[in-house]
């Protein structure tokens, strides 16, 4: 069965709700979608398979759990994928990290790559795509058939908001790709933009507009 979670703790709907508001400087959107990337990574890797290891303590030895298998590997799907990239990396600096680039085609919303680089060993690793915004989830569900080719152990997608209409494209396309968002809004104007949303997650991040 398809899954959406929504992860909606306090500190994240607080932040959120900064983030939206249109004279909320691009200093601050920037460090409020990193500080809520920390929180959503806390949540999606709740499941990551531990060990236990032998370890001294300087009082005796134990049998102590950490992270078994191969890091994680993030997938930012560009541009405005940095955002979370950058939290996430803040929490797992030791995570792997790949890039996948599509433009959205104005007229038609239809995804087109312009970029694709991920480490050479997906196949052994869980891999989390990042994307801010799910709206139209054209370029979302492109970037998962892209990656799937690479066959990752599993994936997950996170991302801020997302729009009903983009989680019924991407679940009618991908059921076996749980998604992670901060927030559910109520639907895409006829621009294929999130309502009442952020406006363009990119150019919020970035100040090019
Ligand atoms: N991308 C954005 O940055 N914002 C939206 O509302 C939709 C897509």
Redesign the pocket.
């Known amino acids: 069965m398809p899954s959406v979670t929504l992860i909606d703790h306090p500190l994240i709907q607080h932040k959120l709700t900064l983030m939206r508001q249109k004279d909320t400087s691009t200093a601050k959107f920037r460090q409020l979608l990193e500080e809520i990337s920390m929180l959503l990574a806390y949540e999606v890797t709740r499941d990551l398979p531990l060990e236990k290891v032998a370890i001294e303590t300087p009082m005796t030895t134990m049998d102590a759990p950490m992270l078994s298998g191969k890091k994680v590997v993030l997938i930012s799907i560009m541009r405005?994928g940095q955002g979370i990239l950058d939290g996430m990396l803040e929490l797992m600096p030791s995570a792997r990290v790949g890039h996948i680039g599509l433009y959205?085609n104005p007229k038609t919303y239809v995804p087109v790559e312009y970029y694709f680089k991920v480490p050479a060993d997906v196949a052994e690793r869980d891999m989390l795509v990042v994307d801010?915004?799910l709206?139209?989830g054209n370029s979302a569900v492109a970037a998962v058939y892209r990656l799937k080719e690479t066959q990752p152990q599993s994936i997950k997608f996170v991302c801020l908001?997302a729009?009903p209409e983009g989680i019924a494209h991407f679940h009618a396309e991908h059921p076996d790709v749980p998604i992670f968002t901060a927030a559910i809004d109520e639907r895409?104007?006829e621009h294929?933009?999130?309502?009442p949303?952020?406006?363009?997650?990119?150019?919020?991040m970035f100040g090019t507009k």
């Open positions: 405005a959205r801010p915004m709206a139209t908001l729009a895409l104007d294929g933009y999130i309502l949303g952020l406006g363009d997650a990119g150019d919020r």
